[in-house]
Each structure stands twice: as C-alpha cells, then as structure tokens.
C-alpha cells in the first residue's frame, strides 16, 4: 500500500463521492468521517522519528506522513480497531464507540489510531499519544 500510494486519490475520491451523495439525499448535515483502514503490521505504519518504525527504506514512512497531512487524511490500524472493540465490548460502549472515536480524532486535526495510541504532531514532529487522553 505505501509503495503503490493508490490511498491518496482513492480517499480522495470517496471523500468526494461521500459528499455528493450526502448532498444528493438531502443529508448534507451528517457528519462523514472518512478513514483509511490498514492491515499489516503497525511498524510499517509508524514515522520515521519513532524507534520502532519499519518503514524508512525508500523513505515510505515520510512519504505516507507527508500525504496524510497535504491531504487531511486519517488512517486506522486493523490492529487497532481490534483493539478499540474489545474496549467498547469490555470496558465501556459508549466511549470507545467507533462514532465516539472518530468525532475525537478526526476533528482535532489527528492523523492516525494504532493500537498503542493516537498519532499527531507536537509542533513540526509527529508522536503517539494514549487514546484516553482524547475521550475523557
């Protein structure tokens, strides 16, 4: 997927599409979050500056770093939406519901959910934050 780079125009256009056809059945006010789903390995999915990033070979890390922010785009590890289930199922539905998650993520200009936490920037550098600091 990061060396294809096929996500970008393809998020692109499903944003796109979502919009027209929220806007086609007078559901322009519903609020869409589009999300970029991942399976593999999360060290792939990592920045470049993290340790345990596996994905700095051709530069793919920042590459994929690079689009995630020219093009608003948020991604989801499949790790971590197993992760997050097993949280609404185990602990508390409503908070870790996934329209719960996403309002928080997606609106506080954050750029990734791995399982070891959300992905955004502190100034110029990307870094994992726990994703309870984000639904409390």
């Given at each position: 997927m990061?060396?294809?780079?096929?996500?970008?125009?393809?998020?692109?256009?499903?944003?796109?599409?979502?919009?027209?056809?929220?806007?086609?059945?007078?559901?322009?006010?519903?609020?869409?979050?589009?999300?970029?789903?991942?399976?593999?390995?999360?060290?792939?999915?990592?920045?470049?500056?993290?340790?345990?990033?596996?994905?700095?070979?051709?530069?793919?890390?920042?590459?994929?770093?690079?689009?995630?922010?020219?093009?608003?785009?948020?991604?989801?590890?499949?790790?971590?939406l197993?992760?997050?289930?097993?949280?609404?199922?185990?602990?508390?539905k409503?908070?870790?519901?996934i329209?719960?998650?996403?309002?928080?993520?997606?609106?506080?200009?954050?750029?990734?959910?791995?399982?070891?936490?959300?992905?955004?920037?502190?100034?110029?550098?990307?870094?994992?934050?726990?994703?309870?600091?984000?639904?409390?």
């Amino acid at each position: 997927m990061m060396q294809e780079g096929r996500y970008v125009s393809q998020m692109i256009s499903y944003k796109e599409e979502i919009l027209k056809n929220l806007q086609e059945v007078d559901l322009s006010n519903i609020k869409s979050y589009p999300v970029l789903l991942i399976d593999g390995r999360e060290n792939d999915l990592l920045f470049s500056n993290h340790i345990n990033c596996t994905s700095k070979i051709g530069n793919q890390s920042d590459i994929f770093y690079k689009n995630l922010v020219e093009h608003d785009l948020f991604f989801i590890s499949a790790t971590a939406l197993w992760a997050l289930s097993l949280k609404k199922l185990l602990i508390d539905k409503e908070k870790y519901s996934i329209e719960n998650v996403l309002s928080k993520m997606i609106d506080k200009k954050n750029y990734g959910l791995v399982s070891a936490g959300v992905i955004t920037k502190n100034g110029s550098d990307f870094i994992v934050e726990p994703l309870d600091s984000y639904l409390n």
